[in-house]
């Protein structure tokens, strides 16, 4: 059995409950909160697609990433509170997120024939967009440009996912090394406030 | 003769027009008001198009949009301090828009083969997204969450819509229907100011 | 041998540039100076083709559009202090880059079969709609709505394009005669501080 499918629904399912509470602390109906969390569920998956013109969209022509997406969304309307104590429950699972879409990303984009480098970017598009979007919408200074190291673990984990592939390490293996490697940086990086230099 | 047409190019007359009126306030040239009216009147067709991969796009296909985005421009150029006296006549137009708009991304979405649960986002989006992207581009709190009820009134008319069509309703009376739906929860919501509950 | 095709490298080159040196001032690190140059030179492009449905999108398909924007990004990253104390270089590269990118622009969309009238637009969005994203994502007002003249140069430089096109005038004249009205109109404009009036 396949464990792309399963992964990709969990993360979708994952984006979503955290866009939806991303709008908690304003003037945001429940409406609000779940377009929010519709918007950063699909976002990054959508960009990379239309990106590639690789069509239909994912969400478009699998209902079951729909229902991932209902699914989060309501369990964030259910237990906002209770989630939000969750914060660091939360965090997990957005850094397993992006782990997730970033292989699943490269993966996508590969088996469309692009190179490898753009197969790259689009890992950390389809794993950072979704939340770009929302911030970007909610007038917000996007994650993407905040202090910690964030989209630069999913693009290093993307390319040393490439890499492995191209030495020949088998497909599970270099799933389980790669994904890894995005989530440890990510973390490593908020535990110990490490972050990029800046440019000045 | 079908009523689709001329409703189409009627709402995307009327979205240039709210479109260029909405920078009037800011620091915009005519240029940037102009600009600023042709994203809002492009934005929610061409996103719901390119999200299902419809080409080519309404307004690139058919000149006699571009017309009608140039008509209500020019509009706004002319008679900007007569038409924002009419700022209750511009809300009425845009709830008109928001009403057609929704029916038609639902139809235009079913035409193509998507699931009901697809159609009526894609409704919604295309009544909505055009305002979100035109918002965004002037950093303005997109209209879609600010109080009053406003999206999801586009999203109720376009389950409505798809539910009285599976139940078989003719047509013409669903579109009138669901239409009339849309505007009178937006009109009622405005009137006496109800909005959703919020998340906390 | 084809002018179009270097010219379209360098216009990407400068615009990366551009795009990571416009967020030295805010709190961004290394990588987000990277990413906004990224998108600051696939944004306009991608737009255009995107909404013609013309894939796949030229920087996917043509590594060479990936190495220019790395260049500019390493360029901006090695030297960006000396990039900025030439302020003025960097304004006139930009200026050729919306001069270039607009005649490209048109040239790309007439070239797909759409109206001139589609094909002005397209080369103007080629030319200012990555500024446009970059400002965006940033929260900055777009460049666009600020005071100087802009998107409006390059819109006149497409339509004399086109006319002069319809006339018969050789291509590469008119490449040339179009490209520095695009140019001329954006200098003028900024040293004698030129506005389009505005709406009120």
């Given at each position: 059995m396949d464990i792309q499918y399963?992964?990709?629904?969990?993360?979708t399912f994952v984006f979503a409950i955290s866009g939806a509470l991303a709008v908690r602390d304003r003037e945001h109906d429940l409406f609000g909160a779940g377009f929010t969390g519709f918007i950063t569920a699909i976002g990054g998956g959508s960009l990379r697609d239309i990106l590639l013109g690789a069509y239909p969209l994912v969400w478009i022509g699998d209902v079951n990433f729909l229902y991932a997406i209902f699914a989060g969304i309501l369990l964030a309307f259910?237990?906002?509170s209770a989630l939000l104590k969750l914060?660091?429950?939360m965090f997990l699972f957005d850094t397993l997120g992006i782990g997730f879409?970033?292989?699943l990303g490269v993966e996508k984009a590969m088996s469309l024939g692009v190179?490898?480098?753009i197969?790259?970017?689009m890992g950390m598009f389809s794993a950072v967009m979704g939340g770009v979007i929302r911030d970007t919408l909610t007038n917000e200074i996007p994650i993407l440009f905040r202090k910690e190291i964030y989209a630069s673990a999913?693009?290093?984990g993307a390319i040393l996912y490439l890499v492995l592939n191209y030495f020949g390490l088998a497909r599970d293996y270099n799933m389980l090394i790669s994904i890894s490697t995005v989530i440890s940086i990510r973390l490593?990086?908020?535990?110990?406030k490490l972050s990029l230099p800046r440019l000045d």
């Amino acid at each position: 059995m396949d464990i792309q499918y399963p992964l990709e629904l969990v993360g979708t399912f994952v984006f979503a409950i955290s866009g939806a509470l991303a709008v908690r602390d304003r003037e945001h109906d429940l409406f609000g909160a779940g377009f929010t969390g519709f918007i950063t569920a699909i976002g990054g998956g959508s960009l990379r697609d239309i990106l590639l013109g690789a069509y239909p969209l994912v969400w478009i022509g699998d209902v079951n990433f729909l229902y991932a997406i209902f699914a989060g969304i309501l369990l964030a309307f259910i237990f906002p509170s209770a989630l939000l104590k969750l914060r660091k429950t939360m965090f997990l699972f957005d850094t397993l997120g992006i782990g997730f879409f970033t292989v699943l990303g490269v993966e996508k984009a590969m088996s469309l024939g692009v190179r490898p480098e753009i197969a790259a970017i689009m890992g950390m598009f389809s794993a950072v967009m979704g939340g770009v979007i929302r911030d970007t919408l909610t007038n917000e200074i996007p994650i993407l440009f905040r202090k910690e190291i964030y989209a630069s673990a999913c693009l290093a984990g993307a390319i040393l996912y490439l890499v492995l592939n191209y030495f020949g390490l088998a497909r599970d293996y270099n799933m389980l090394i790669s994904i890894s490697t995005v989530i440890s940086i990510r973390l490593i990086a908020v535990r110990y406030k490490l972050s990029l230099p800046r440019l000045d």
